[in-house]
């Protein structure tokens, strides 16, 4: 079992310029959650730290719940717009999606504190509120695609350096990748030395097409108190879930020089990934002066416990010959445990006509650690230290209030890339308005999120071919709520 987990590794399809194995970058994208917020945090850029009064606080910072004077409830819905531009070898390809999904309800519960006769209403413990909430707080949906003519190498020089690998290690080929390869004539062995040479030409033509889906999301439950209106605490757990499904179909048209036909070969991952977690996050805020609020919160690891099932295939056409399928699956089962979270934050009001806001948060992604009783966890952990850092998220926002109880606002956020190579930060801008009537309200928001990353379809060293992909989400939020 721990040998065909190990092989497993050594075949996973790389996504940056390194190898990583496969469950190290899983634990590292499940680790980039951010807090669910709704469209009115949204649209100041998700700085909520120090705020307050909000419903976001139920799953970001909760002492901001102990603003609260009346009950309130909300909902939001989402649609999302995402678009890839890939640029690999010397083809240049775009591809997009659609998505709706229902991003966040919530629901606070006021609770006054009463006072004895004679006593000052406006000093002690004045209100202990309660709240609950449904948010979605990583997005999965992607479309990628990539094609180019590739003169400089196969997939088939993939599949060679596995089986040499496996020789070298004193290891079978038979029911693997490269094993498969060379039963599809993809590959050859040279009896001396023994090594595993191509069986195919330079310049065929490759496509890649991938398609993930899937998100994050989390049940929140907190408390937030008001002490004389002046600090404000609190202290929440959440319970969280991952669903995250990927299919990638790399294709190669080529020749093969071993039977003289032509082929179409195409290597193909599947991957399904669930998981359950639980967390908690205290914080306070605290206003020196009426207009000015500071606040922080600290967030513990999330200690997930994930089942994964990993499905690779291989699939060799010849044009007027044999055809060739192999395939296999690779179920598992592991747990881990993300990194803690610091932020701070600042808004400084400016009476009634609105306020001013940032955050920065703090996290150090090799602290995230993977356990497991089906596989060596060793590399994975490894790579983790190795390939990834310490990030910094920072946000900042502002509301306006304008005539007629309407409500300008805007946004921007950088969220630290985990990788140390061949990604980029996510920068996020945002704008929104929002309109209050009686006890109700309404909030809507749009974002634009921009991210840079270079993949390798496979990885042989410095002929190794690049796809460096630029993509864009695009996202409409809507919220709706009631005081109550």
Partial sequence: ????????????????????AQYSQDAIRFSGSQAGSTSRIKAIGNANVAVGGDLTAIGSNPAGLGFFTRSELSITPEFNMSKSNSSYLTGNSNDKRNDANFNNASVVFYGKLNKGRGEDKTKGWLSVNFGASYARTNNFYQNTYYSAVNPNSSIADYYAYLGNQAVDNGFSLDGYLEGWARNHQLINNNADPNTYVPATTLGGTQSNTITSTGGQTEYNFSFGANYSN???????FGITNIRYNSTSDFVEDNFNLANNRDFISTYTRDQVTKGNGFNARFGFIYKPVEAVRVGATVTTPTWYTVDDNSYEGLATNYVGGANYRNSDTYPARYNMRTPFKVAGGLAVFLGKAGFITGDVEYLDYTSTKITSDDYDVTQDNNDIKRNYQSAVNARIGAEARLPGSFFLRGGFGIQGSPSKTNASDIKTASGGLGYRFA???IDATYTHVRRTNSQLPYDIGDFSPVADIKSKNSNVFLTMGLRF
Avoid at 230 to 236: E, P, S, V
């Fill in 439 to 441: 006890n109700y309200y």
């Fill in 1 to 20: 079992m721990k040998i065909k987990y190990s092989l497993l590794a050594m075949a996973t399809v790389a996504i940056t310029q390194q190898a990583f």
């Fill in 230 to 236: 002046k600090l404000y605490i609190g202290a929440g």
